[in-house]
């Protein structure tokens, strides 16, 4: 396997300052002769450039908010469940299993009829996880069940395309498990609060028929 | 149990999500500064805004947001460091580009899913297999990921560069880079075991 100097090295090179050794390298190598090639090529230069984001509106709230928590002298804590511990979002990853391999799926390739995608899930701090399928405004339950707060799971249940129709994967991550009703109002609010994480997976597909 | 199919919609949906370039379209544009000397700002950038660029792309992917994120980069480092030495300014570039590309890919992991994935689908930079597969892990991982472990993830897996590199770039220890590329690791490994099934 080759060993390339870093993009760093690479750039410095371009800007007249790198070590012999760098400089040797890119002239033999053709990956590291394209980028050298890419920096080469004129930019034209913009009549305007945009404005940097500012964070001072930033410390303003801050500011705002400090001199107000200090004028008040009841603090109300928002209600939270005692079990909401665990640091971040739920996540869901999308295996692909086609022709007896298995791959995590990533996003690209198309999907076709007869591959069959498995979840993996981390639910943190949600017990419950439901899946459905979506077919225009209906939502067909495919798997409900209990969520391993903390690790990683794998969904017992696998879920085949067959090419009739219907796009999407509707996951909801809940405390409490859902109604058929609640399934559908999760797909229509999207919601993400401490109740309920809900995400939709398009499956991008290629009809093979 | 089955799950049907529909192709039209997301190839639709695909093209919607492509940005074009916004530079001189932009309402919040403006000129760097009235008393700057316009020739300088143009050799400067002509000189500077390539690499900028090409890094911007080999970490974003779609060419549009990494044109954004590289204007907004030159415009700081045209105001902050611009007089530096060759090889601070190139920290400096690094070092600015890559917590800007964060905030944006920190941004897309925010998103829902699907959108992710269209982002993946939409990705028009050209860019090696082994970068885009390292792209596609960092955006896998980049939910659970603190904001300053991903900007050593980019710079090591992206730009190629060494700890001592990585940790010129960002000011940190020698330490602190290998502690977090480990744990990079441990997270890419989880996501890569395959299920039995």
Redesign the interface.
Known sequence: MVS?????QL??L????ASPEVAAHAEACG?CGA?LG??????A?????????SRKWLWSLLALSLSSAAAVTVVVLPRRHPEVTAK??P???V?L?RGGQ???W???HP???GDA??L?VQSFGYSRITVG?V?SKQVQT?YEGEAQPGT?T?LP?????????????L?VFSRAPLSPEDLRAARES?RRDEELWT?????????SR | ???????V??EE?VRFSRRSSS??A?G?????SAGDNLQD??AT???Y???I???CR?MLGDAAEAD?VA??T???FW?SARDKD??AA??FI?KTCTRLAVDRIRERA?R???D???D??A?AAPA?DQSLAAR?ELL?VA??LPGAELEVALLSRL????HE?IAE?LGVSDRTVRRALARLDERVA???K??R?
């Open positions: 390339h100097p870093s993009y760093l750039d410095l371009a800007l007249g300052d990956a980028h890419r920096l080469a090529v004129p930019v230069v913009p009549r305007e450039l945009p404005r940097p984001k971040g979002s996540s869901v990853a295996y299993r298995v791959s995590l990533d996003g690209v999907l076709q009829a995608v498995q993996k399928a077919e495919l990683a794998l249940q696998a879920f085949t395309l067959d090419g009739s129709g219907g796009d999407a994967l996951v999207l995400t939709v997976l398009d499956l991008t597909k290629k009809d | 149990m089955t799950l049907g199919l529909r192709c919609e997301v949906r530079i001189d932009s919040n544009a403006r000129r760097i700002v143009e950038y002509r000189r805004f390539p690499l660029r090409e890094k080999r954004d204007q907004e030159f415009v700081r105001q060759v090889r190139s920290a690094y925010r829902p899913s699907s992710r994935l269209l993946e689908v990705d090696s596609r896998l939910r659970t730009d190629r560069l060494t590199e770039v989880a996501l890569r395959e299920p099934w």
